[in-house]
């Protein structure tokens, strides 16, 4: 997963730490990430560029997804957990739900719902209220003071 043209570096149990590869003065983090496996890593955090197999995707390597109630979300991630809540965030007037597709050929790599500060990744081109995140993108607020650096080199 630590590919060059990836921004996920792996550090271990399913976590990520995504970073810019072209932003001034080296690899800044711009968010951290937990993914079910190396395979939806890639599809979701190297996104249109993904190049991997669609269609016959491998079994999870780490489940469930970590909770995020200390964050203040539901303790549920489900598709329409998740998407209420986030939506009673916001004035409904953003763009909650996205699909993403990859340019080479067009094909579906994910649906997810954008909320604040968190990207939740999700299998389905139609998401059924109980569907779980494959994958979750936590921003770091703090990537400009080098947050990560504070935090995880101690």
């Known amino acids: 997963m630590n590919s060059a043209r990836s921004c996920a570096r792996t550090l271990g149990k399913g976590l990520f730490v995504l970073i810019n590869p072209i932003r001034e003065g080296g690899d800044q983090a711009y968010a951290v990430g937990w993914a079910e ?10 996104g249109p ?3 991997g197999d669609l269609k016959h995707p491998p079994q999870p390597q780490w489940r469930p997804a ?3 109630a200390f964050l ?9 957990t998740v998407r209420d809540h986030e939506l009673g965030r916001t004035e409904n007037n953003v763009t909650l739900v996205t699909a993403h597709y990859r340019i080479t050929d067009g ?3 994910s649906v997810s719902v ?3 500060g ?5 299998v389905s081109t139609d998401p059924q209220a ?6 979750l993108e936590i921003g770091l607020r703090e990537t400009g003071h080098r947050l990560f650096d504070r935090l995880f080199r101690r």
């Open 66 to 68: 970590p909770s995020l």
């Open 49 to 51: 560029q993904f190049r």
């Open 114 to 116: 954008n909320g604040a």
């Open 107 to 109: 094909a579906f790599l």
């Open 37 to 46: 496996s190396d395979y939806w890593a890639a599809r979701a955090f190297d």
């Open 72 to 80: 203040g979300r539901p303790k549920s991630l489900s598709f329409k």
């Open 118 to 122: 968190i990207i939740y990744t999700y």
């Open 130 to 135: 109980d569907d779980e995140p494959v994958a």
